[in-house]
C-alpha cells in the first residue's frame, strides 16, 4: 500500500495532543461548600482525574484516538497499485489572448473561462491527470500532467490573459505530442472562438471539447497604423490607421492623435459594421517620438482602443566608398536616400568615423571596423582559403533575407570571382555552383555583406536588382536603425535590438513604469525583450542609448470579438455545445475535515462550557 | 447582633398565633393547654364517686339532688406545653448570602415568641456542643413567658454556627433528655453524611408532635461556581473535584429536588410536617402563611 499525500500523517501529531489533553491535571478552584452531599453525583465522574487509571479505562479516548487515526489515514490518501483502465489525460488549454478580456461577460471572458476550468478540475476523476497550458502570444505549459487538484487549482488561478493574439496551434501540436502515447486524451479549449484558420489544426484528431465564451461583439479596435514621411512636404508626417467595426452596427467614434502626449488632432469616424475604415492624420514633426492613436469609445475590449508608433526623423548615414573607380556603384550608392557619401582610394583606420565602408575591388591596409559591404576583396580575415573560379553560374539566392527584397538574379552573368568555403559566420544569399557569391553575417558585432566578384566583370550593374541591393544593403547595415518597422511589434513578438557595443545589463521600461533588467554579458550581439505581453509604449536603456518600443495588439482576428460557435480544430471543427460531462465528485474530505473540526469542536465545546 | 432578629411589626403579628397541638399536654406543670390530667379548672371532664376526703366544693349538688348520691365533679387539668427547637448550629449553617444560621435563627425565634406568648414552655436544643456559648444555651433551656422572650432573642444572637454536628445524635439525645414530650421543631439544612432518619424517628417514638424546616441557601439551590472545581466540606475538610459547568445546572437542581423530595416523603410517612425553604425566602411568607396554612398555629 502506498499513500497519495504521505505529507497528511503530520496530522499524526494531533494523536498524542489528545492523550496529553486527558492526561492534563486540570487546575481546579478551590470553593469551600456547606456539604458535598448535594455534589455527590458529579463527584463520581471525576475519578478519571488521575492520569494512569483514565488511559485504562477511558472509552471516549480510544474512540477518539480512533476517529482522528482513522482521518489521518484518510487525508493521506492510500492506494493500492492494481491494474486498472489507463488513466485519462486531460489537457486544458485556456487561451490568453487580448479578445479574452473583453467584458461581456463577468467580470470578462477570461475569469468566466477560469471559473468553467476550475469547475472541471473539481469534477476530474482521481486516477485522471490534468495539463494546464495558456495559450497567448506563445504557449506555455503551465502545469505539466498532474493529478493533484490543489496544484491545477492554484495554477489556474494564476494564469492571466496577455494582449497578445492568439498562437492556439502550438496549443494543439503541443497536446498532440503528449497524447501520441496516450489513450483517452481529451482537450477542452476555453477560449471565445476568435483564432485564425491554419492548416495544421485542421489535421489535429484529439478529441477536442470546446468551451465557449462571450455573449456579444461590441468593439471598433485599431487594426494597423503606420507612419511615412510625407510625399510633398518634408516637415510633415503622414500617419495611417485602419480601424476595425467587429459590431454589427455603424457605429461613430472619435480617434485622437498626440505625439509624446501632446494632443495633435481628433478625427470622428463612421465605420460600417463589420468592416474597416482608414483615416489619415498629416501632422508637422521637429523631433523624435512617439505618436499614440486612442479610440474614445466605451465598447468591450479596451486593448485595441489604443496603438503607438515610434517615429524618428531621417537621419543621414555616412558612407566611405573605397574604390578605384566605379561609376555605377557610386551611382547605386548616392540613389539610395539619406546616404552621405564619401569616396577614398585606400580604407584607413579602419574606417572609424563612418557608419558603413564599402570596399570595392581593393585590399585594404587595415581590417575595416565599422559594418561593411565588400565586393572582390580577398585579403581579410573573413575566409580559410582563397581561389578563382571562372564563369561562376548562379544555381540559388536566398529570397527571403532582408537584403535580398525585390532583388533576383536571374540574369546576371559573372565573368569569373573569388572562390571560398562558406565561413560560419554568414549566410550565402546567392551560390554558384563552385562557391558562395554572396555571403551576409555577423562577425562579432560586425554585419558585413560579402560579394565574391567585382561587379565590373559582371552583367550585374545593368540590371535593376543592383541599385536595389545597394538600398537594402545599405538599410541592413546602417548601424542606426532608421527602420520604425522594427520598433513598432504586435504583442507577443519578441523586441530585438543589436548591439554595437559590450554591456552588461538592459533595463526595459514596461509600459506602467515598471522596470526590468536584462542580463547581455560581454559577448552578447543583440538585446531579446521576449515579455511584450501588454501593449504600450516600451523603453530599453542600455549604456548611454535609449531606445523605445512600441507594443500594439493590431490583429483584426482579435479585434473581431464575435462570439464564434465553432472553432477550425480537426476535420469537423470543434462546436461548442453541451460540455458538462457525468463525473462522480468526491465528498470524503470535507467529511474528514468535518470529522477534525468536529473533534476540536468537542474539546473547545467542553472546556468553555465549563468555564 | 446589631440588627434584631424579628422586627417588631413581626413580633405584633405573632402575638396572635397559639401553637396547635394534636396532642393533649403530657407535662406536669400546670399551664394553659388542656391535658388528660384532672384538676381545676372551668373545663367540666366528668363524675365519679365521693370517696371520704373529697373536696366538698366540688359536689354535684344537683346530681345529688336527683339521685340522692354523692357524685364528685372532676375538672381538666391545664399543662403547659413543652415547645423544643432543635436548631443546627453546625459549620454548613454558617453558609450561604443571606446566611442560613441567621434564618434559623429568626425561625427560632419567632416560634420561640409564639410559643413565650401561649404560655408554653420553650426549650432550643442546639447542636453541636461548644463550651464557650454554654452559658446561653443553658439558658435557652426552659424558657418560660412572655417577659422572658427579650432575654430569650438575645441569648439566640449570641449563638453561632460553627464544628462539626452529628445531626442523628443530637436529636436522639435531645430526645432522651426532654423530661417531656410536645411540639419539637427542627431547624436544619438535613446535610449530614449520616443521614436524617434516625434522629427524627427517635423524636417520633419519644411522643413529640416534629415540624421540621429544611434552610438552604440560594448558592446550594443555584450554584454560581463553574468549571474545574476542588470542593472543601466545611465540615469534615474533605476535598473532591467536580466538573461542573451551566449545561450541568438543570441536572444538579434536580438531584437537589430529589433530595428534598425524599426528606418531604419520609416526613409525611411518620406524621412530621416538613418545610423546604431558601434562606432567600420571606420569612413573614413562611410563618404567616406556610405554617399557619399547615396549622402548626393557628
Excluded at chain 1, 4 to 31: D, E
Excluded at chain 1, 550 to 556: A, G, H, Q, R, S
Aim: net charge neutral.
Amino acid at each position: 500500500m502506498n499513500f497519495l499525500a504521505p505529507f497528511a500523517f503530520i496530522f499524526a501529531a494531533t494523536l498524542p495532543v489528545v492523550v496529553v489533553f486527558y492526561m492534563l491535571k486540570r487546575r481546579r478552584t478551590v470553593r469551600l461548600v456547606s456539604s458535598t452531599i448535594l455534589w455527590q453525583k458529579f463527584l463520581a465522574e471525576t475519578q478519571a482525574n488521575a492520569p494512569f487509571q483514565k488511559l485504562r479505562n477511558n472509552w471516549l479516548l480510544l474512540l477518539q484516538l480512533l476517529m482522528l487515526a482513522m482521518a489521518v489515514f484518510a487525508l493521506s490518501r492510500p492506494y493500492f497499485a492494481a491494474t486498472t483502465q489507463e488513466p485519462g489525460l486531460v489537457v486544458v488549454i485556456l487561451d490568453g489572448s487580448a479578445s479574452m478580456q473583453a467584458r461581456d461577460e463577468s467580470p470578462n471572458r477570461f475569469e468566466a473561462a477560469r471559473k468553467e476550468a476550475l469547475k472541471l478540475v473539481d469534477g476530474l476523476k482521481d486516477t485522471d491527470q490534468m495539463m494546464v497550458l495558456l495559450s497567448a502570444g506563445n504557449t506555455v505549459v503551465r502545469q505539466s500532467p498532474s493529478a493533484e487538484k490543489t496544484t491545477l487549482r492554484r495554477v489556474i488561478e494564476e494564469c492571466q490573459p496577455g494582449d497578445t493574439p492568439t498562437r492556439v496551434e502550438e496549443a494543439f501540436k503541443l497536446a498532440e505530442t503528449l497524447a501520441k502515447n496516450r489513450a483517452n486524451v481529451e482537450v477542452h479549449l476555453f477560449s471565445d472562438g476568435a483564432i485564425p484558420t491554419a492548416d495544421n489544426l485542421a489535421s489535429i484528431k484529439l478529441p477536442v471539447v470546446f468551451h465557449q465564451f462571450g455573449k456579444r461583439a461590441n468593439n471598433a479596435g485599431i487594426t494597423a497604423m503606420d507612419v511615412r514621411p510625407h510625399p510633398e512636404d518634408p516637415a510633415q508626417r503622414i500617419v495611417f490607421a485602419s480601424i476595425y467595426n467587429a459590431s454589427s452596427n455603424a457605429v461613430s467614434v472619435s480617434a485622437e492623435l498626440r505625439f509624446n502626449g501632446q494632443f495633435m488632432d481628433t478625427k470622428v469616424l463612421s465605420l460600417p459594421a463589420r468592416d474597416v475604415a482608414s483615416t489619415v492624420f498629416a501632422v508637422e514633426q521637429k523631433q523624435n517620438g512617439v505618436y499614440t492613436l486612442k479610440l474614445k469609445n466605451d465598447d468591450d475590449l479596451a486593448t485595441d482602443n489604443e496603438a503607438s508608433i515610434i517615429s524618428n526623423l531621417p537621419r543621414p548615414v555616412k558612407v566611405l566608398l573605397v574604390s578605384g573607380g566605379n561609376r555605377f556603384l557610386d551611382k547605386a550608392l548616392r540613389a539610395v536616400p539619406n546616404v552621405e557619401l564619401s569616396t577614398a582610394s585606400q580604407l584607413t583606420s579602419g574606417g572609424k568615423g563612418y557608419d558603413i565602408a564599402v570596399l570595392d575591388a581593393v585590399t585594404p591596409l587595415s581590417n575595416p571596423e565599422v559594418n561593411t559591404l565588400a565586393m572582390n576583396v580577398a585579403t581579410t580575415n573573413w575566409f580559410e582559403s582563397w581561389r578563382m573560379v571562372e564563369g561562376p553560374v548562379i544555381v540559388d539566392w536566398n529570397a527571403n533575407h532582408p537584403l535580398m527584397r525585390f532583388v533576383t538574379w536571374d540574369n546576371v552573368q559573372v565573368a569569373q570571382t573569388l572562390g571560398a568555403k562558406a565561413p560560419p559566420w554568414g549566410l550565402v544569399l546567392v551560390e554558384a555552383q563552385q562557391t558562395p557569391l554572396v555571403v551576409a553575417g555577423e562577425k562579432g558585432r560586425q554585419r558585413l555583406v560579402w560579394i565574391g566578384f567585382d561587379s565590373l566583370q559582371s552583367t550585374w550593374p545593368l540590371r535593376v536588382s543592383f541599385p536595389i541591393f545597394m538600398a537594402n544593403a545599405m538599410e541592413w547595415l546602417n548601424p542606426q536603425q532608421s527602420d520604425v518597422s522594427q520598433l513598432t511589434m504586435q504583442a507577443g513578438t519578441p523586441f530585438r535590438q543589436p548591439l554595437f557595443a559590450s554591456h552588461d545589463i538592459a533595463t526595459i521600461t514596461l509600459p506602467k513604469g515598471d522596470k526590468k533588467e536584462v542580463k547581455l554579458g560581454e559577448k552578447a550581439k543583440e538585446l531579446i525583450w521576449s515579455e511584450t505581453y501588454k501593449v504600450g509604449v516600451y523603453k530599453a536603456n542600455f549604456g548611454t542609448n535609449e531606445t523605445s518600443f512600441t507594443v500594439n495588439l493590431m490583429d483584426p482576428a482579435e479585434s473581431d470579438i464575435t462570439p464564434k460557435a465553432q472553432v477550425p480544430v480537426g476535420a469537423q471543427g470543434a462546436t461548442a455545445g453541451a460540455i458538462s460531462k457525468r463525473a462522480n465528485l468526491e465528498y470524503w474530505r470535507w467529511f474528514v475535515m468535518a470529522a477534525l473540526a468536529v473533534l476540536m469542536f468537542e474539546w473547545w465545546y467542553y472546556h468553555r462550557r465549563t468555564a | 447582633m446589631s440588627q434584631p432578629l424579628i422586627t417588631p411589626e413581626l413580633l405584633r403579628r405573632l402575638e396572635q398565633l397559639q401553637l396547635l397541638a394534636r396532642r393533649r399536654s403530657k407535662s406536669n406543670v400546670r399551664g394553659e393547654r388542656r391535658s388528660k390530667a384532672r384538676g381545676q379548672s372551668v373545663e367540666f371532664a366528668d363524675h365519679r364517686n365521693y370517696v371520704s376526703g373529697d373536696d366538698l366544693r366540688y359536689l354535684d349538688w344537683n346530681l345529688y339532688g336527683r339521685l340522692d348520691k354523692l357524685f364528685l365533679k372532676l375538672y381538666e387539668e391545664e399543662r403547659e406545653l413543652p415547645v423544643t427547637i432543635f436548631l443546627d448550629c453546625s459549620e454548613s449553617m454558617s453558609f450561604g448570602e443571606p446566611n442560613k444560621f441567621h434564618f434559623a435563627r429568626q425561625l427560632a425565634a419567632a416560634i420561640g415568641y409564639v410559643a413565650l406568648c401561649g404560655f408554653d414552655l420553650v426549650s432550643v436544643r442546639t447542636f453541636p456542643d461548644k463550651p464557650d456559648e454554654a452559658a446561653y444555651r443553658q439558658s435557652l433551656l426552659s424558657v418560660r413567658g412572655r417577659k422572658s422572650s427579650l432575654q430569650f432573642f438575645r441569648n439566640l444572637a449570641h449563638l453561632t454556627a460553627t464544628g462539626t454536628a452529628d445531626f442523628n445524635a443530637a436529636l436522639r439525645r435531645g430526645a432522651m433528655e426532654s423530661r417531656s414530650t410536645g411540639v419539637a421543631v427542627v431547624l436544619s439544612d438535613f446535610l449530614d453524611p449520616q443521614g436524617y432518619e434516625a434522629g427524627l424517628t427517635s423524636l417520633i417514638g419519644r411522643g413529640f408532635q416534629v415540624n421540621a424546616v429544611q434552610i438552604l441557601s440560594p448558592e446550594e439551590i443555584a450554584p454560581t461556581s463553574f468549571g474545574d472545581l476542588r470542593l472543601v466540606d466545611a465540615e469534615t475538610g474533605a476535598q473532591t473535584e467536580v466538573t461542573f459547568g451551566r449545561y450541568r445546572m438543570e441536572q444538579y437542581q434536580a438531584m437537589v429536588e430529589n433530595f428534598r423530595q425524599k426528606l418531604r416523603e419520609y416526613c409525611a410517612g411518620r406524621g412530621i410536617g416538613i418545610f423546604t425553604t431558601s434562606s432567600a425566602d420571606s420569612l413573614e411568607q413562611l410563618l404567616l402563611k406556610q405554617l399557619r396554612e399547615s396549622e402548626v398555629w393557628g
